[in-house]
């Protein structure tokens, strides 16, 4: 028998409607735009847990306590730094190279350099993740300020990590709102069942390959701007469009040309994205308080014009825009800032496919010629 000749089987080009994996780490309920991690709804998480709580929840099952979480805070605050060497590789990239493509490049490095690489027991596993989880930020940092032919700045040890991460970028302590504007940035971006990158890392680790592996394979998944590569595209439409005065009829025009508009639409979330009410809200409030609001109207107004044509609503990345606009973040730094959160969910689950693991393994249809002959080169057309 050929591969999938058999007639039960069915082709789903986007795997749409096709379940691979078992998961307890988030619910994703696309009819009623509910997210939940861990069954906990994430109306209650954002603006009131902590990316390092969440991260608690994800990799250990439940919210920390306080010994818990000061215990995770000051191991993340530990190993942020770099070795020497992974500083001098990126001193050698090109300027012009893009922040994720470092990253991606950086993260697969690091392998080499960690002494538990090839380990997949769920200890070290979780032990690796929190090495990549609070690296992240420290390779994104040293790449932008070397480029800007600045010298990196060491991680700050009593800064929380979106803290830190703003301070690793600017030499300044954050502004409060700031901080934790990107904290709770990072809680809503933290996972997010089976999208495209997770579903990219469980498959790699699905071989028992390992973490550095799955992480840096989730990595090139996300840059496409059709996942996680939509926030930096949409900030990139806000700024083409210019004024809040030409978004209706920049909007129209992208209609006449079936363009797509960057940050709406959802594969899952057909009536609305409940992670939108919480970015719209830190969007307007880093608007009033830099006294430019301009950005936030503009996403108002494109999401007004937008439904004026068609019943799409915004996602994730739409109001993400502003925010990491607002936050002085670099336009190509806004998918390494997604990472920066998703690494969480993706580590996490990497030791779900781990405990439960089948080889991923789908099948195509093949579609080319029944038969075909070898020819000799000289009797070739
Ligand atoms: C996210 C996305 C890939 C989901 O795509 P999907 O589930 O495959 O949805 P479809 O492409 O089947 O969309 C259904 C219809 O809505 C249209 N549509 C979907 N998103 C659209 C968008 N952003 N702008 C304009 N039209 C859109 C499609 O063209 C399609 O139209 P049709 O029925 O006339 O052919 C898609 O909405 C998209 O490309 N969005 C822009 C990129 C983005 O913001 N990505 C981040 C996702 S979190």
């Known amino acids: 028998m050929t591969e999938a000749n058999k007639s039960d089987l069915i082709l789903s080009k ?33 603006g009131r847990a902590t990316y390092e709580e969440i991260v608690h929840l994800l990799w250990y099952g439940r919210l920390p306590s ?16 770099l070795p020497d060497d992974i500083i001098a590789m990126i001193r050698t990239f090109p300027r012009t190279a893009l922040a994720i493509e470092v990253l991606r490049t950086v993260v697969s490095a690091l392998a080499m350099y960690d002494p538990e690489a090839q380990a997949i027991s769920p200890e070290a596993t979780r032990r690796k993740a929190i090495r990549l989880t609070a690296q992240f930020p420290t390779i994104v940092a040293a790449f932008d300020r070397l480029r800007n032919g600045k010298e990196p700045i060491a991680p700050h040890p009593q800064l929380d990590h979106a803290a830190n991460t703003l301070y690793m970028l600017t030499g300044t302590r954050p502004d409060p709102l700031h901080a934790q504007a990107l904290d709770t940035y990072f809680v809503l971006l933290a996972d997010h069942g089976l999208n495209a990158s997770t579903f990219v890392a469980r498959a790699v680790v699905s071989t028992l390959a390992d973490l550095h592996s799955a992480i840096t394979a989730a990595l090139a998944s996300l840059k496409g701007p059709l996942h996680g590569g939509a926030n930096e595209a949409t900030m990139r439409m806000f700024l083409e469009i210019g004024e809040v005065a ?17 940050g709406f639409g959802h594969r899952i979330y ?48 739409f109001f993400s825009a502003a925010v990491l606009y607002y936050l002085g973040i670099p336009l190509d730094l806004f998918t390494p800032m997604f990472a920066c959160s998703r690494i969480a969910g993706w580590s996490a689950h990497v030791l779900e496919q781990y405990a439960d693991n089948r080889l991923m393994r789908p099948q195509s249809v093949f579609i080319g010629p029944k038969e075909n002959h070898f020819l000799p080169i000289e009797e070739r057309g």
């Not at 078992?22 to 998480?45: A, C, F, P, W």
């Not at 306080?66 to 730094?81: D, F, I, M, P, S």
Request: aromatic letters at 6%; charged letters at 25%.
């Open 14 to 46: 986007g795997l749409d409607n096709i379940i691979v994996a078992e998961t307890e780490l988030s619910s994703v309920d696309g009819q009623n735009s509910v997210l939940t991690y861990r069954g906990i709804n994430i109306h209650e998480l954002a």
């Open 66 to 81: 306080r010994a818990q979480l000061n215990e995770l805070k000051g191991t993340l605050a530990a190993h942020r730094a």
């Open 246 to 262: 030409n978004v209706d009829g920049w909007i129209a025009d992208a209609f006449a040309q079936k363009r797509k508009i960057m």
């Open 270 to 317: 057909r009536h609305g994205d409940p992670r939108v009410v919480h970015l719209q809200r830190l969007a307007r409030e880093l608007g009033e308080q830099a006294g430019d609001t301009r950005w936030y109207e503009m996403s108002l107004q494109v999401e007004k014009a937008v439904q004026s044509h068609r019943e799409l609503y915004p996602n994730v990345d």
